[in-house]
C-alpha cells in the first residue's frame, strides 16, 4: 500500500507520475535505469494499461528492459527506433543548469547514448537530488578493463588541472570482483566532492584513452520533475521556468498492489 511505501520512495513515485504525463499516443520512449525510473516503468505501463496508448520504448539497460517488458510495455533495439521523442530517466545530483551526475546504476554510457538520440530528456528525481554543485555524489566514468590502471592514473593527473575538491579514485566492485556494465567495461567512481567547472572534467575526461563515457550531462536535460514526499512536484525547464503541482499518492493503489503488497 501507499502508506507503506518510505517518504523518499513517495518523493520517487510522485515525481515519475507526473513526468509519464508528458508522454502522448505514438511516441517513441526511451525509459532510464534505477529505482526512480523503475516507478516511471510502471506508471507508463499503467497508462498504457488504462488509455490504450501506443508507445514503442527503448530501455537504457537489460534490467530495465526486463522491467518493461514484464509490465507489457513494447521494448525494441535503438538502432530500430532510430531516433526517440523523449527519454525519462533518474539522476544522482542536478545542479541549476540542469547538468546531471549520472552512472550510480552504472548503465550511463547506455543512459547518455539514449538521452542523445531523444528530442526532449526529462529527469526525474526526489528532491534532495537537487544540488548547488555537483560532485559530492561519486562521478562514475566508464573505462575499458584493458589497462584500466594506466587509465586511472592518467585521470589522477589531469585532475590536478581540474577545479576539483578530492581526487580519490575507485574501481567499482561487485562483491570480490569489478563491477560489468551492461557493455562489459568497469566503471571507476571519482571522489571529486565538488566540481567547479563540469563541462571542462567532462571534456578532459573523454579525451584519454581507455575512456569510454562520463557521467557527466551537460545540455542533455531539458526539464527537471522533483517530487517530494507528500505528493508536491516541480516541473524545472531549462530555461528557469518552474511549475509547481501535487500528485495523489494515495489514488495510485492498482500500481502499489502490482508489487504485490
Ligand atoms: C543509473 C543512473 C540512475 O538514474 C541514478 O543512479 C539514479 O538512481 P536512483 O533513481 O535509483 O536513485 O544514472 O545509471
Known amino acids: 500500500m501507499a502508506a507503506d511505501l518510505s517518504p523518499i520512495e513517495k518523493a520517487k513515485f510522485a515525481a515519475s507520475k507526473r513526468a509519464v504525463d508528458f508522454v502522448t499516443d505514438g511516441m517513441k520512449v526511451g525509459l532510464g535505469t534505477g529505482s526512480t525510473a523503475a516507478w516511471m516503468v510502471r506508471c507508463l505501463a499503467d497508462r498504457v494499461r488504462e488509455e490504450g496508448l501506443k508507445l514503442t520504448c527503448v530501455a537504457t539497460s537489460t534490467r530495465t528492459a526486463d522491467l518493461a517488458r514484464s509490465l507489457g510495455l513494447t521494448v525494441v533495439a535503438l538502432e530500430e527506433a532510430r531516433w526517440l521523442d523523449l527519454t525519462i530517466d533518474g539522476a544522482d545530483e542536478a545542479d541549476g543548469q540542469l547538468s546531471l551526475i549520472k552512472g550510480g546504476g552504472a548503465a550511463l554510457l547506455q543512459e547518455k547514448i539514449v538521452a542523445t538520440a531523444s528530442d526532449r530528456m526529462i529527469v526525474i528525481a526526489d528532491a534532495a537530488k537537487q544540488v548547488h554543485a555537483l560532485g559530492a555524489f561519486p562521478l562514475p566514468v566508464e573505462v575499458i578493463p ?21 581526487h580519490d579514485i575507485r574501481l567499482r566492485m561487485n562483491g570480490d570482483r569489478p563491477l560489468r556494465t551492461d557493455e562489459n567495461n568497469y566503471i571507476l567512481d571519482l571522489h571529486l566532492k565538488r566540481i ?13 584513452a581507455g575512456v569510454v563515457e562520463n557521467g557527466l550531462f551537460i545540455d542533455i536535460c531539458d526539464t527537471l520533475v522533483l517530487g517530494h514526499p507528500d505528493g508536491r512536484v516541480e516541473v524545472i ?3 528557469g521556468a518552474r511549475s509547481e503541482g501535487r500528485v495523489d499518492i494515495a489514488a495510485s493503489a492498482n500500481i502499489f498492489s502490482d508489487l504485490g503488497d
Open 196 to 208: 567547479g567547472n563540469p563541462r571542462a572534467l567532462a571534456l578532459m575526461l573523454n579525451q584519454i
Open 237 to 239: 525547464a531549462d530555461d
Open 146 to 166: 584493458f589497462g584500466w590502471i594506466a587509465t586511472a592514473r592518467l585521470i589522477e593527473e589531469h585532475l590536478a588541472a581540474q577545479d576539483v575538491l578530492g
